[in-house]
């Protein structure tokens, strides 16, 4: 699974699920994201969710969840899913709207819990994306915030691997 709060297409999430010679090439990258199975995938860039992104994952059997706050956090089933709340990046931590965009450390929760059904373990990838663009900004106060977001992330893994011995958290 991915959560970050980038857009999936975006440079870190990409090296999970694709394989091109130009990080910047966002149709294909996105393609192969959907054509990727991943279980989980939480964060931003709806805009590259086109019908054919849309088919791909329509026929590997993943909901997708388009900006429904609410809808991803009453999903509870079993299947895969894709929920992204905005069309490029998620709002930088300051000004989200918890009415519209989940924390990562909710989306870090709900993969987790979401992933946590396979009798074969799991992978999870999150990223504070936004911490990097609060550093290009030189916003020093919006960096914190962006970083105090990402350990709350960090502690709910490391709550789970705490009532799991077999888990690494990296």
Known sequence: ????????????????????????????????????????????GNKRVNDETLEILKDQGIEYIHEDVEAFRNYDKDGRVWALFNESDLSYDIDRDDTKEPSLEEMTR?????????????????????IDGMGHGNNADGQQLEMLSFMQ???VAVEYAHKHPDTLVV
């Open 1 to 44: 699974g991915i959560v970050v709060t980038t857009k999936f297409y975006h440079a870190t999430p990409a090296s999970c699920v694709a394989h091109t010679d130009d990080r910047n090439d966002s149709r294909v990258i996105a393609y192969q994201a959907a054509s990727s199975k991943l279980d989980v995938m939480f964060g931003g």
């Open 110 to 130: 709900k993969a987790i819990e979401r992933l946590s059904k396979d009798k074969d373990g799991f992978v999870l990838m999150v990223e504070g994306s936004l």
């Open 153 to 155: 992330a960090v502690e």
